[in-house]
């Protein structure tokens, strides 16, 4: 059994910061890849950013240069610094992690329950 828990969201003002923690627990093996994802009503799940190992990092085109993602493997604990935060960043978000449970099993998708931020105008 796997399970990952995000934590740090909530409400702030345009032009604030928020940092999002997810920490991943259980039977877990190995975890190559954790990302952050984000989702607003009637809108598909986005990929925000992405990182593996520790220092290999992708970010969407939205967020690049205000936010950052970065990983204790030690703790497997991903987290996502946003700053500059704009009312468009508003939506749910999620951690996702792929992951083996075992040497032998196959690398799976986990998700978070989700955290909802919230940048008021």
């Known amino acids: 059994q796997v399970q990952l828990v995000e934590s740090g969201g909530g409400l702030v003002q345009a032009g604030g910061s928020l940092r999002l923690s997810c920490v991943a627990s259980?039977?877990?093996?190995?975890?190559?890849?954790m990302a952050w994802y984000r989702q607003t009503p009637g809108k598909q799940r986005e990929l925000v950013a992405h990182?593996?190992?520790?220092?290999?990092?992708n970010y969407a085109d939205s967020v690049n240069g205000r936010f950052t993602i970065s990983r204790d493997n030690a703790k497997n604990t991903v987290y996502l610094q946003m700053n500059s935060l704009k009312p468009e960043d508003t939506a749910v978000y999620y951690c996702n992690a792929a992951l083996k449970t075992s040497d032998y099993s196959l690398l799976r998708n986990y998700w978070g329950q989700g955290t909802q931020v919230t940048v008021s105008s």
């Open positions: 259980g039977s877990i093996f190995s975890i190559n890849q």
């Open positions: 990182i593996i190992g520790v220092s290999s990092t």
